[in-house]
């Protein structure tokens, strides 16, 4: 059975004709265990309530804790995604730029090759140019001679 601090306050004690319970002493302490009842009443109350906001805030740190924890892995995922998307980008620009290199050399072999055989078509000329000149040089010497060969003649 549940006694409140009323229960205590309003406990009614029936007296003796002989030597019987002294009422004064019984009200005071009915009223002393009642006042602290109610002291323990309260207490009781105020601890509920404590421990209350005790489960309520843990609950609340477990729910932060697992929304920094989310928070981290997703940041974490985001980062290795990033990570990868920038190896893959690096990699097509490697790629791409050594697609330009090789299309540079072969611009440039082309090029020389190119150059090569202009010189060579210039050497080519420059023999036929001499071998023609030597050829009217000595036509022209041999005009001279005959024209001096008449002249003395």
């Known amino acids: 059975m549940k006694i409140t601090p009323l229960d205590i306050q309003q406990q009614q004690f029936k007296g003796k004709v002989f030597g019987g319970l002294n ?9 002393a265990v ?4 109610e002291n323990l ?3 009781n109350a105020s601890l509920r309530e404590a ?4 489960a ?5 740190m477990e729910q932060r804790e697992k929304d920094l924890r989310d928070t981290l892995l997703a940041a974490n995922k985001i980062s290795d995604d ?5 190896r893959k980008e690096a990699g097509l620009i490697i790629a791409e ?3 330009k290199a090789e299309k540079i050399v072969a611009d440039a072999e082309n090029r020389l090759i190119q150059l090569e ?5 210039l050497r080519r000329q420059k023999i036929q140019f001499e071998s023609s000149f030597r050829s009217m040089l000595d036509s022209c010497l041999k005009m001279i001679s005959i024209n001096e060969q008449n002249d003395q003649a």
């Open 82 to 86: 990033m990570k990868n998307n920038a």
């Open 34 to 37: 009642a006042r602290e009842m």
């Open 97 to 99: 730029a050594e697609i």
């Open 117 to 121: 055989n202009d010189l060579q078509e």
């Open 23 to 31: 009422p004064d002493e019984v009200d005071t302490f009915l009223q």
């Open 41 to 43: 009443s309260r207490e």
């Open 56 to 60: 309520s805030e843990a609950e609340t």
């Open 51 to 54: 421990v209350q906001r005790s």
